[in-house]
């Protein structure tokens, strides 16, 4: 900051001062005082102003170099509102208020995204381990003849863990993603069912829906479908053998399954970004469950878990009229 900087931004207040001096001048005047008293008043005056100016400016740019230094100290400039000096007057303390506030907002934003940054890697480091399995399985069957039915079942779990990646990768940008349609929910339903028979009939998993006729909805159909293929591959993966039934109907789509179950204290926590529970902490990365739930709170859908151990899973979504 140069001296003629800081005259400038005192310029308001040294136009009160010289409407003062003039004025007392005036008076003194009028008071019969002489004119070398009003000049010597008037030179007194204005010396002590240009020597307030001069106070003011050097102890103004001491501060301010002292905040530059500060500013390139600190490795994460959000962070100066946490290391600022003190405010020497109400304006100043207003100010620093401010700058605190601003702060740490930015600190808490700063620190979501470096959460989520973290989050994101560690999902991606699980994801390439998981899908080492099929790409694993699918080079032992090559190697041992290429039996065709449980090549396209190991290339179908892969399709599946890259289409959960994309899925995670498009939360972020899921509301340009959204297409909101109508479509009959049999529809849906029979694609999520067909595209993953593959994987039911080597789970040795059997399929029963039953759908309301006419039963119409609309929101995201691609959603709902990525939605259903989770929960149908969720009970096939930690329940092989069991029997699935899908019902839809007045609002509602559940999937129920008389498999494993989930823990009762558990129940509340399986839409948790990478849970996998008790009974499935040797499968997947606990991603499916958890997308889901984004979808479904971004499409105001209503997902609903309930489960007894050992008896029955059964997840619904409720879809608003």
């Known amino acids: 900051m140069s ?20 004025l007392m001048g005036a008076c003194m005047a009028f008071a019969g005082v002489s004119l070398a008293e009003v000049g010597f008043f008037s030179g007194f005056f204005f010396f002590l102003t240009v020597g307030w100016l001069a106070a003011g400016f050097f102890w103004e740019r001491s501060r301010l170099l002292r905040l530059d230094q500060l500013i390139e100290a600190l490795p994460e400039k959000y962070l100066l509102a946490e290391v600022l000096p003190r405010p020497v007057n109400p304006i100043e303390k207003y100010y620093y208020q401010a700058m605190r506030t601003v702060s740490r907002s930015s600190i808490e934003v700063a620190e979501a995204a470096k959460r989520e940054k973290e989050e994101y890697f560690d999902y991606v480091e699980s994801w390439v381990h998981e899908m080492k399995t099929p790409l694993t399985a699918c080079s032992l069957i090559l190697d041992n003849g290429g039996n065709s039915r449980k090549l396209r079942t190991e290339l179908k779990r892969a399709d599946n863990l890259t289409e959960v990646i994309l899925y995670y990768a498009r939360l972020r940008t899921a509301e340009r993603d959204t297409r909101i349609q109508k479509f009959l929910a049999a529809d849906v339903i029979e694609e999520a069912v067909k595209s993953q028979m593959e994987l039911f009939i080597a789970s040795k998993v059997q399929i029963q829906t039953d759908v309301q006729e006419g039963f119409i909805l609309y ?21 092989p053998g069991c029997r699935i039934r899908v019902c839809a109907g007045d609002g509602r789509i559940a999937v129920e399954d008389n498999g494993i179950g989930i823990l009762d204290y558990e129940v509340h926590r399986v839409t948790e970004r990478g ?17 889901v739930k ?20 059964r997840i619904t979504l409720h879809f608003q009229s």
């Open 3 to 22: 001296f003629l900087d800081y005259v400038c931004a005192k310029l308001v207040t040294l136009c009160f001062l010289g409407i003062a001096a003039l």
């Open 219 to 239: 929101t995201d159909r691609k959603s709902v479908c990525f939605a259903l293929k989770q929960l149908l591959l969720n009970s096939a993966k930690y329940s």
């Open 275 to 291: 849970f996998t529970g008790s009974n499935g902490n040797r499968h997947g990365t606990g991603m499916g469950l958890y997308i």
């Open 294 to 313: 984004e979808l479904c709170d971004r499409l105001a859908i209503g997902l609903q878990i309930e489960s007894q151990e050992g008896v029955f899973t």
